[in-house]
C-alpha cells in the first residue's frame, strides 16, 4: 500500500519476474548477452545507491523478492510474466514452473501468468491446457522475438498464433501481455514492431492485449492502434524509470497514453528485478503533469488516474475484488513479517 | 544522411564520382571540421539526430585523400539495419567531400561490427549481408523518415503557430510561399518584426546557435536557419519567424518526395499518408505528428541512458537539446 496524500492507493505490480541467469544455467551465448543487456538497463537507470552487482542480479533468492516487492516496495500484489528463452538457458530464464514456487507460497500475492509459443504446435497447445489447468492462469505473457530453433521470432497475427488465441478464448485465458519494447539483446527487432497487435486485437475482441512497455521505441504505432481498439491496454513497465530521471520526458510519455488510450487503459508495472518497486512507485506517485503538458494534453494525472493506473485497472482485468483483497492482506504473512498490517504502509 | 536524396543514395559514391569537381589529389585536403560537418549531416534514423550531437563520433583520421571515421552507438545490439544505415551514410558524405577519394567506416563494438564495416566499405548491399533480416534496409529506412518528417512537421508547424499564421493558412502554405531571408550557412538577419509580428521564441534557439556558425568551413549546417517569411492575405501581410525547423522539414520532405525545390505550389504540409491536410483534420493530424515528435525523443532518451550505462556518459542526452518550439 502507498500512502500518498494522507490516502492508501492499492498497488498491483502489473510485471515481475523471478529469474535465473545463473552461470549453470546458461547454455547459449545468446542467454549471457540476454542478462547482461537487461543489466544495462538496470545500472543506465537505477539510482546509483540501489544498483545490484551483476552476480545478486543473475539469480535472487525468494526471500529477496519478497521483501524487495512487498516488504519495502509498497506492492500489495503482482504478476508474473513468465520468460522462457529455452534456447539459451537449461532450465528457462524465468518459468511458469519458476515462479509457481513463489505462487503457491503466498497465493494472495501473486498472480501466475502462463506463456505459449504457437511454434510448439499441437504440444504447446496441450502445455497451454496445462497451465489452466494446473495454475488456473488467467494471462499469458508473449515473446514474439524469442528463439525457436531456426526461427527469430513469430507474430501475434499468424494463423498459428490465432490458433492458440483461440484456445485462450475457449479455456478463458483473457488477459494478453506481448512484449513490444526495445530491443533485448540478441533478439531480433522487428519481432517487436507492434503492428500485429491491431489485427489479433480486432479478431478478439473478448480478450484483452496489455502491451507491455507501451511498444517503446514504437509509442507511436501503438498509441494509434490502442486509440482504435477498445482491447488495447498499456503496460508501463521500461517508461516508468523516465519519471525518476526525466520526468519532463516521462510527462510527455504519460501525456500521450493519456491522451489516446486514457486513464482506465494503463498499468504499472516494475519489470523486477529489473528495477525495484520502490524508488519507481515513489517516482511515479509524486509526478505531476507541467501545468503547460496539461493543457497541451488536456488530461489529468490526479489521484483517482494514478489508483487506476497502480491497480484498479489490473484488478478489472484479473476480477480482483479490492475490498476483499485488502482485508486478506491485512493479516497474511507478508503484512506480518514486515509490519504492513494496518495499512500504514513501508511509506512512512 | 538517411533519407536523403535518393539519387545520391543509389549511385555509390565511388572515387571516380569526384572527378566532376576535382581531382582528389589536387584538392585541398579536408580539415577535421569539414569531415565533422558532413558527419553531422547524418542521423540516426531512429532519433533523427544527428551522430556527431549524439557523441557517436569515436575517431577521425585524415589522410589524404583518403579518410577513415570510427562510430560507436549505445549498445552493442542495435538494431544492425540502424547501424548500417548510419554507416552508409557517413561514408557517402566524407566522399563528398573535396580532397576525398575514399572513405573508411569503422563500427565499433557492435555485435555485427564485422559484417556491417566489411560489407559497407565494400559497397554491398545489405541483403547480401544479411540474408536473414526481414524486409530491405529501404524500406525501413523509408518507414523511419515518414516517422521524422512527421516529427519535423510537429516543430515546424508550432514554430508557425507561434508566429501567428492560422490552421487554415498553414494547411494551404506551399515551398513556393517562403522566403528564406538568410543563407543557411550565414548567421541570422536581425530582422522579423517588419511584418508587425514578434519573433517567436525560437530564436532565441537560434541565436545559441549562431556562435557555432562559423566552426564548419563551408558545410552547410542546416540548425543555423537564419530567418524566413511567409506572406498571406493576398501576399499583403508577411509573417516572419526563424527558419531552421522549416527548413529542417523541407529537407525531409524533400527527400521523401512530397515537395520538390522551391517554386513548388503543392502544400507543404501533409497527413501521415503524405496527402494534403483538410483544414478540419489539421488537429488531429497535429496530434499524431506530436506523437511522432515524442516518440523520437523519448526513444533518445532510452538510448541515452544506455550509453551513459556502457560508456560512463551520455552523449548528448536528447531533452538537453533545445526543447522545440
Not at chain 1, 1 to 15: K, L, N, T
Not at chain 2, 98 to 107: H, I, M, N, Y
Not at chain 2, 286 to 303: K, T
Request: aromatic share 10%; hydrophobic share 35%; glycine share 8%.
Amino acid at each position: 500500500m502507498y500512502r500518498h496524500e494522507g490516502e492508501d492507493v492499492f498497488v498491483i505490480d502489473s510485471h515481475v519476474h523471478f529469474w535465473d541467469a545463473s552461470e549453470e544455467n546458461i547454455t547459449h551465448d545468446g542467454g549471457e548477452q540476454f542478462i547482461q543487456c537487461f543489466y544495462d538497463y538496470h545500472t543506465g537507470f537505477t539510482p546509483e545507491d540501489r544498483q545490484w552487482t551483476l552476480e545478486e542480479y543473475r539469480k535472487y533468492s525468494p526471500e529477496r523478492m519478497v521483501r524487495d516487492v512487498f516488504g519495502k516496495g509498497y506492492v500489495d500484489m503482482a504478476i508474473f510474466q513468465p520468460t522462457y528463452l529455452s534456447d539459451f538457458y537449461a532450465d528457462g530464464f524465468n518459468t511458469v514452473e519458476r515462479n509457481a514456487e513463489l505462487a503457491e507460497e503466498y497465493p494472495e500475492r501473486f498472480v501466475l501468468n502462463g506463456r505459449f509459443d504457437p511454434r510448439d504446435g499441437e504440444a504447446g497447445l496441450r502445455e497451454l491446457e496445462r497451465q489452466k489447468e494446473e495454475y488456473d492462469i488467467d494471462g499469458v505473457k508473449l515473446y514474439t522475438a524469442e528463439w525457436n530453433g531456426d526461427s527469430k521470432g513469430w507474430r501475434l497475427d499468424s494463423e498459428e498464433c490465432f490458433e492458440y488465441l483461440e484456445k485462450c478464448r475457449e479455456l478463458g485465458i483473457t488477459n494478453i501481455h506481448p512484449h513490444k519494447g526495445p530491443t533485448i539483446r540478441p533478439l531480433n527487432r522487428d519481432a517487436f514492431d507492434v503492428s500485429d497487435v491491431d489485427d489479433a486485437a480486432t479478431s478478439f475482441p473478448e480478450l484483452n492485449f496489455v502491451v507491455e512497455h507501451v511498444g517503446l521505441p514504437r509509442l507511436d504505432d501503438f498509441c494509434w492502434i490502442a486509440a482504435q481498439e477498445p482491447n488495447v491496454y498499456g503496460g508501463l513497465a521500461v517508461a516508468a524509470p523516465f519519471a525518476a530521471v526525466r520526468p519532463r520526458k516521462f510527462g510527455e510519455i504519460l501525456g500521450e497514453l493519456l491522451f489516446w488510450l486514457g486513464e482506465d487503459r494503463i498499468l504499472f508495472g516494475s519489470d523486477y528485478a529489473i528495477w525495484e518497486p520502490e524508488w519507481l512507485i515513489e517516482a511515479v506517485m509524486e509526478f505531476e503533469l507541467a501545468p503547460d503538458q496539461r493543457d497541451e494534453y488536456g488530461v489529468e494525472f490526479d489521484l483517482d488516474a494514478k489508483r487506476k493506473i497502480m491497480g484498479e485497472n489490473a484488478a478489472d482485468l484479473y476480477d480482483i475484488d479490492l475490498d476483499e483483497k485488502k482485508q486478506e492482506l491485512r493479516d497474511d504473512s507478508v503484512s506480518a513479517e514486515f509490519g504492513l498490517g494496518d495499512g500504514e504502509a513501508a511509506a512512512d | 544522411m538517411a533519407g536523403s536524396n535518393p539519387a545520391d543514395a543509389g549511385g555509390d559514391a565511388t572515387p571516380a564520382d569526384a572527378d566532376e569537381t576535382a581531382t582528389p589529389a589536387d584538392a585541398a585536403p579536408p580539415t577535421r571540421e569539414a569531415v565533422l560537418g558532413r558527419l553531422d549531416r547524418v542521423t540516426d534514423p531512429e532519433l533523427d539526430r544527428s551522430l556527431v550531437e549524439l557523441g557517436y563520433v569515436d575517431e577521425i583520421e585524415i589522410d589524404p585523400p583518403r579518410v577513415s571515421v570510427a562510430f560507436r552507438l549505445p549498445t552493442a545490439w542495435c538494431s544492425p539495419a540502424f547501424a548500417w544505415m548510419m554507416a552508409t551514410d557517413a561514408r557517402e558524405e566524407i566522399e563528398a567531400l573535396d580532397g576525398v577519394a575514399s572513405a573508411t567506416v569503422e563500427l565499433r563494438d557492435h555485435v555485427h561490427e564485422t559484417e556491417i564495416n566489411d560489407g559497407v566499405n565494400r559497397g554491398l548491399p545489405f541483403e547480401e549481408v544479411f540474408p536473414d533480416a526481414d524486409g530491405g534496409v529501404e524500406a525501413v529506412r523509408r518507414e523511419l523518415d515518414e516517422k521524422a518528417r512527421l516529427a519535423r512537421q510537429y516543430r515546424a508547424v508550432s514554430t508557425l503557430l507561434e508566429a501567428g499564421l492560422s490552421p487554415e493558412q498553414i494547411v494551404r502554405l506551399a515551398p513556393a510561399d517562403v522566403e528564406f531571408d538568410g543563407a543557411p550557412d550565414s548567421p541570422p538577419p536581425i530582422t522579423g518584426d517588419e511584418a508587425g509580428v514578434g519573433r517567436d521564441d525560437g530564436a532565441s534557439t537560434e541565436r545559441d546557435g549562431e556562435t557555432e556558425a562559423g566552426r564548419d568551413d563551408g558545410t552547410t549546417d542546416d540548425r543555423d536557419g537564419g530567418t524566413a517569411t511567409v506572406y498571406v492575405r493576398g501576399g499583403t501581410v508577411g509573417v516572419a519567424f526563424s527558419a531552421s525547423s522549416i527548413r529542417e522539414y523541407l529537407e525531409k520532405a524533400e527527400a521523401l518526395g512530397l515537395v520538390s525545390g522551391a517554386d513548388d505550389d503543392r502544400p507543404l504540409f501533409r497527413t501521415p499518408d503524405g496527402n494534403p491536410i483538410p483544414a478540419d483534420e489539421f488537429d488531429m493530424v497535429r496530434r499524431r505528428a506530436r506523437l511522432a515528435h515524442v516518440n523520437m525523443d523519448g526513444q533518445g532518451g532510452v538510448c541515452a541512458y544506455l550509453h551513459e550505462a556502457r560508456y560512463g556518459d551520455r552523449g548528448v542526452d536528447a531533452s538537453n537539446a533545445p526543447e522545440s518550439a
